[in-house]
């Protein structure tokens, strides 16, 4: 298996632009999660989807992020408009039924540079 | 409701020397535990896990974790330090089952000295 993939690995953009983040989860995996990690708050969980539906947002910091999740094997984490406080590392992960046992896989994560 | 505190944000050990990396969790069913790592400009990857079998669980690279019930811990360790464990280690708790969402600690940054 080719793991979580997530693309671009870098996006540097110019404030008040969209951008969109893609995960593509393990197959077979029915949880998806996108956390963002930054120096000063660390690992913080935005969202997460079980069976492509969402179940917990309230970790989105505003109404200027968004995520979705077409199918089992694609979600997108969109951001607009993007702002300089928005720079971070975003990850997604996924994991099998049973989750709390078998824990997460992680992508390689998402280096946004907003300027 | 769960929770963990990892203590020390930051641990500095001499290449050679003993990693003990401390985690304390807070539990209200029997937990699952697990200690993930992050090498820079990487995501998390799984060190270990206890899921209730033996309190004493291997990893990879040589670390290995205690779950002590009575002391409510689960700290990492392994018995001399390389050069290449110098990471970020992450501490996590669930409740288990189909919905227990992994809650993480703030993370250490391991440093190895030459």
């Known amino acids: 298996d080719a793991g979580v993939i997530q693309s671009p690995r870098h996006e540097v953009t110019e404030m008040g632009q969209e951008v969109t983040l893609r995960c593509k989860p393990i197959s077979g995996h029915n949880s998806l999660f996108w956390y963002r990690q930054t120096m000063m708050r660390g690992l913080e969980l935005l969202i997460y989807?079980?069976?492509?539906?969402?179940?917990?947002d309230s970790g989105m910091p505003e109404d200027r992020f968004s995520a979705k999740m077409p199918n089992a094997s694609f979600s997108t984490l969109k951001i607009q408009p993007s702002e300089p406080r928005d720079s971070a590392v975003y990850f997604c992960?996924?994991?099998?039924?049973?989750?709390?046992?078998?824990?997460?896989?992680f992508g390689s994560g998402t280096r946004l540079t907003v300027v | 409701a769960q929770s963990v505190t990892q203590l020390g944000s930051h641990v500095s050990v001499s290449e050679g020397a003993l990693v003990l990396l401390r985690c304390n969790y807070s539990s209200s069913v029997p937990p699952y535990l697990f200690w993930y790592v992050q090498y820079p400009n990487q995501g998390l990857q799984l060190l270990l896990k206890?899921?209730?079998?033996?309190?004493l669980v291997k990893g990879i690279n040589g670390f290995e974790a205690e779950f002590k019930k009575s002391e409510t811990s689960f700290h990492l360790t392994k018995p001399s330090a390389h050069m290449s464990d110098a990471a970020e280690y992450f501490c996590?708790?669930?409740?288990?089952?189909?919905?227990?969402?992994?809650?993480f600690g703030k993370g250490t940054k391991l440093s190895v000295k030459p």
């Open positions: 206890y899921t209730s079998a033996a309190t």
């Open positions: 992960a996924s994991s099998s039924p049973g989750l709390g046992v078998y824990g997460y896989t």
């Open positions: 996590a708790v669930s409740a288990g089952g189909s919905q227990g969402n992994l809650i």
């Open positions: 989807f079980n069976n492509n539906v969402p179940i917990d």
